[in-house]
């Protein structure tokens, strides 16, 4: 077991997130114990946003010991059913970021794999009981949590054609009415508080064998859908070795494949590894630029659909750090929290649920996620491989180690993950910006589709004229992610950083 810590500190998604991490500090929970406590909180407060039924990744580095990252990313599912079912995906249009399309319904349902990746955590890492964890999310089940903003701008665009399908979940969501409840609204999702206390009871066993798995099932597969209690009987959280890459006198360890977003971030890092950024003048701007073309553009072509994920990782790490990358080119809705202790212990928390099926099975108080659909990251649907295949996932939480300093970060915002990751670790490693002036900073976006190319670059970057469209948005916004940094040194303690970009909350225990 991990050593005891006396102090913490979390960067976290919301205020009640970290106060969930705070109360679990004052039970002398560790660095894991808050950061399962705080994305518990935030998985199940933020409707919408995210869902318990989905996806996560936990990346833990101890001191003394090697970093791991525990993947909890869905599966595909359908074990124990005829190969030749043909279900039929139900597609939407939604005008959510500039429009988009994605499958929603019973059969986008892909196999849960948050629940069983926290609960390794806390079994492996953890210090308190697991059901201490969940007992401020117990709490705000029952009593109710207010509706934050994020989540209400984007239940704007889908709060009726998504979660409007069920009726636990359209009552939970509006009014008498039939109206989108208001920000700050107190929620009260049917049935979740019994739901969260038999998991805290009884631990993961109820979801993935128990009662709570054949509520879920039996639901899918009445409507059409794949997943199975075999599914879910199958299922493990799968601990592996974190993708380390080196930059400046920081080593970074993030999420390694078959998952996608830490080749990704950490392709861009190598690209950079060389000829660090002093200040974003234009020369560096445009190298930004093309390092996100190139790295995007392999990921769409290389990673993204392909068999054998390892080897093409491999091959962009190589081309990274080779220069090569850059070289061949000149000529997605998430919560995360990151916490350290003063034992040297960090883990960061990366979960999603992709834009939810809306699919609430009665008696449960649990979204099922649409991860099966989200067709930007999985782009074969409902054809995506034999049962049991993880997806792809962009998510890339990441602790770093530079001496006797210990960073855990990571961000919200779908293909932007990675980018902003990139940029803040730019701007705090190798600019030197302080924790809360790197997660503020402006940034860019390359927006790569089958088409064409554009920019989308918030205010206080001057984006040189290299060819390609620039969208410029009046203001810093969500759409460019959601850093939140925490950081320990024992030298000079601890410093905390939330996006500006979101609701974030952050704290340091006293």
């Given amino acids: 077991m991990p050593a005891t810590a006396n102090r913490i500190a979390v960067a976290t998604t919301s205020a009640l997130a970290a106060e969930a991490a705070a109360e679990i500090a004052e039970c002398g929970g560790n660095a894991v114990d808050c950061a399962i406590a705080a994305a518990m909180f935030s998985i199940n407060t933020e409707p919408g946003v995210c869902a318990l039924a989905g996806s996560a990744y936990v990346t833990i580095w101890p001191t003394g010991r090697d970093p791991i990252t525990i993947d909890g990313n ?5 074990m124990g059913l005829p190969q030749d079912l043909n279900p039929a995906a139900e597609v939407i249009q939604m005008e959510y970021g500039g429009g988009i ?117 039996d639901h899918v597969q009445q409507l059409g859908g794949l997943l199975t209690m075999q599914d879910l009987k199958r299922y493990r959280a799968v601990i592996r070795p974190s993708l380390l890459v080196e930059t400046g006198d920081w080593m970074i360890a993030t999420n390694p494949p078959p998952a996608i977003g830490g080749v990704v971030l950490s392709a861009m890092l190598l690209a950079f590894a060389n000829d660090p950024v002093v200040q974003w003048d234009s020369d560096s701007l445009q190298r930004l630029v093309r390092v996100q073309q190139a790295a995007l553009s392999y990921r769409k072509k290389n990673l ?27 000529s997605g809705s998430t919560v995360h929290t ?98 809360n002036d790197a997660v503020a900073h402006p940034r860019m976006h390359l927006v790569l589709d089958d088409m064409s190319s554009n920019i989308a670059v918030e205010p206080g970057l001057d984006i040189p004229d290299i060819g390609l469209p620039i969208t410029r948005y009046p203001e810093i916004g969500m759409y460019f992610g959601g850093v939140v940094a925490s950081l320990f040194s024992a030298e000079k ?6 996006d500006p970009r979101r609701e974030g909350g952050t704290f340091i225990s006293a």
């Avoid at 969501?173 to 009260?188: A, F, M, N, P, Q």
């Avoid at 993204?304 to 000149?330: C, F, H, N, Q």
């Avoid at 008696?363 to 990251?377: V, Y």
């Avoid at 303690?493 to 939330?498: I, L, P, R, S, T």
Wanted: glycine residues 12%; contains cysteine; hydrophobic residues 40%.
């Fill in 101 to 217: 399309e994605t499958m929603v319904g019973a059969t986008s349902v892909a196999v849960p794999g948050t629940l069983a990746a926290l609960y390794l955590a806390a079994e492996q890492f953890g210090h308190l009981p697991w059901r201490e964890l969940l007992r401020p999310t117990i709490r705000a089940a029952r009593d109710g949590f207010p509706l934050s903003a994020a989540c209400h701008y984007y239940l704007g665009y889908s709060g009726d054609i998504i979660f409007g399908r069920s009726d636990d979940g359209h009552q939970a969501l509006h009014t008498e009415d039939g109206s989108l409840r208001g920000v700050r609204s107190d929620i009260v999702v049917p049935h979740l508080a019994d739901t969260l206390n038999a998991i805290a009871e009884e631990g993961c066993k109820v979801f993935y064998e128990g009662d709570l798995g054949k509520r879920i099932t």
């Fill in 304 to 330: 993204d659909a392909v068999p054998d994920v390892m080897k093409a990782a491999i091959r962009m790490l190589e081309l990274a750090d080779s220069g090569e990358l850059i070289s061949k080119w000149a």
């Fill in 74 to 78: 869905v599966a595909i599912p359908g």
């Fill in 338 to 435: 990151s916490v350290v202790d003063d034992a040297g212990l960090a883990c960061a928390i990366t979960a999603s649920s992709g834009y939810g099926s809306g699919e609430m099975p009665a008696g449960t108080g649990l979204w099922l996620n649409n991860c099966l659909g989200e067709l930007e990251l999985n782009r074969d649907g409902l054809n995506a491989g034999p049962p049991g295949k993880r997806l792809p996932s962009n998510m890339a939480p990441g602790v770093a180690r530079c001496e006797d300093r210990v960073l855990a970060m990571g961000s919200p915002g779908a293909d932007r993950i990675t980018t902003a990751l990139h940029q803040f670790l730019i701007n705090f490693i190798q600019r030197g910006l302080s924790l």
């Fill in 493 to 498: 303690g601890f410093d905390v950083a939330a």
